[in-house]
């Protein structure tokens, strides 16, 4: 399975983004990662196969939204409320398990990730 993000982009602070990741084929739980300028890879949001169960870093709850339709194999993250501290590389990721795990390890497939700027 091959992911492409994209969506990525400069914003303002308090502004919104919405991030894309298309799958070339069935995936099962999708996720988005981010890594930071000095920073570590850590998870962002993650969803199951059928969109049920969600997971999210305490950081981004209730500002970001995770959603997929799994009949086009396209995933998203809605981001709002934007803050300098989400400026990093997104990229989105998928494994063979029908739930999901905040380890990146746990993910089988990668896409080459999506650059986003929050400005203050």
């Known amino acids: 399975v091959q992911l492409q993000a994209y969506g990525g982009g400069l914003v303002q602070d308090g502004g919104f983004l919405r991030l894309s990741c298309a799958a070339s084929?069935?995936?099962?739980?999708m996720g988005w990662f981010r890594q930071g300028p000095g920073k570590e890879r850590d998870m962002v949001a993650s969803i199951s196969w059928r969109g049920r169960n969600t997971l999210y870093a305490d950081s981004v709850k209730g500002r970001f939204t995770i959603s997929r339709d799994n009949a086009k194999n396209t995933m998203w993250l809605q981001m709002n409320s934007l803050k300098p501290d989400d400026t990093a590389v997104y990229y989105c990721a998928a494994s063979g398990r029908y739930y999901c795990d905040r380890d990146e390890n746990e993910y089988d497939y990668w896409g080459q990730g999506t650059l986003v700027t929050v400005s203050s």
């Open positions: 084929g069935h995936t099962l739980c």
